[in-house]
């Protein structure tokens, strides 16, 4: 039974490892290894998107969210490059936040674009990932966490049941009234 217990204990461990990864290659590869060039944008736009939202029962709700979507081009040394992301991982917002986004970056104005150096057709206007993106990662890992925990604590619990005797003497317990 020990086995197994280390076992859940060593899948816990490689799972939260594997998310605490995944957050740091997505967020922080992004923001600290993309590279800056300059860039144009082409044309901009909103695109609503119907997306499903997890309300815990067998008929998914569903709502409407709103991406800003761009065509720029940049060029790393002599080749030209095109992109259309506005974050390196996108997911669809409100209304509001997309139109802003699409009227501080209309056609014909000259942006910064951010470029993966290994991989330079990979490219975004902005370094962020989004609000929710980072709550529900978090989330998860805290929750990975406690149960990991838990699941040490249950495992490894020793028997607490006193012995009737020790080396053949029984063992006298005062009463407690």
Request: charged share 30%; net charge negative; hydrophobic share 35%.
């Amino acid at each position: 039974m020990k086995i197994l217990n280390y076992l859940l204990l060593t899948i816990f461990t490689i799972f939260t490892g594997f998310l605490l990864w995944f957050n740091f290659y997505s967020t922080y590869f992004v923001k600290y290894r993309y590279e800056a060039t300059e860039g144009t944008i082409f044309s901009s736009k909103i695109t609503e998107l119907r997306q499903e939202r997890d309300n815990g029962s067998e008929h998914p709700e569903f709502e409407t969210a709103y991406r800003p979507e761009f065509v720029y081009e940049y060029k790393i040394g002599q080749i030209k490059y095109y992109g259309t992301r506005y974050r390196p991982f996108q997911r669809g917002e409100s209304k509001e936040w997309a139109e802003e986004i699409v009227k501080q970056n209309s056609a014909g104005k000259t942006v910064t674009v951010f470029y993966n150096p290994d991989n330079p057709e990979r490219s975004a206007l902005s370094r962020e990932t989004t609000k929710e993106f980072d709550e529900k990662f978090f989330g998860l890992v805290f929750l990975m966490l406690i149960l990991g925990y838990g699941f040490h604590h249950e495992f490894n619990k020793e028997d607490k049941k006193k012995p009737d005797s020790v080396d053949g003497f029984t063992r006298l317990v005062p009463n407690a009234d």
